[in-house]
């Protein structure tokens, strides 16, 4: 699928991100925490690196940005991801209060926001951000395919 308009900078940073942690052995994916045009957080997946199960893209970025800002919550601030997050990550963007979600490929596989579990329709669920899916797609369903195909 090809973007008609140029990517916001915070996804062609997590794109950047992901291929990084490909290139670390990672499954590729990358996120970023922006407050409008600046990058508070970023992260890609570390989970072989860090022997963590938690570290997720969205969880390395949204710890950086907590950290950066003081502050637990992010309100304000939106996720840049080249994923559809897991419902692990999209409890995680609940409890941060992030404002927008922007995400990539979508993950009929393990996504829990448009596919599986659909955290964000829970009554459960406590603050529901914005969701816009398929920014930068197709490079994002590009890397992920690359490295899954060179396991086969």
Do not use: W
Request: aromatic content about 6%; proline content about 7%; glycine content about 12%.
């Amino acid at each position: 699928m090809s973007q008609p308009f140029p990517l916001p900078l915070p996804m062609q940073r997590a794109l950047q991100l992901a291929r990084a942690a490909e290139q670390a052995g990672e499954v590729p994916i990358g996120a970023v925490v922006a407050r409008g045009q600046e990058i508070v957080g970023e992260g890609e997946n570390r989970n072989r690196r860090d022997n963590d199960p938690s570290a997720h893209a969205e969880i390395v970025a949204i710890r950086a940005a907590a950290a950066r800002l003081n502050d637990f919550r992010l309100t304000g601030c939106d996720l840049y991801v080249t994923l559809e997050p897991c419902a692990m990550c999209a409890g995680a963007i609940s409890h941060a209060r992030i404002e927008r979600l922007y995400y990539g490929a979508s993950d009929p596989k393990g996504g829990a926001v448009e596919h599986g579990a659909r955290v964000f329709t829970h009554p459960q669920c406590h603050h529901r951000p914005e969701v816009y899916g398929g920014l930068g797609e197709g490079e994002a369903a590009g890397l992920l395919k690359g490295f899954f195909g060179g396991k086969r």
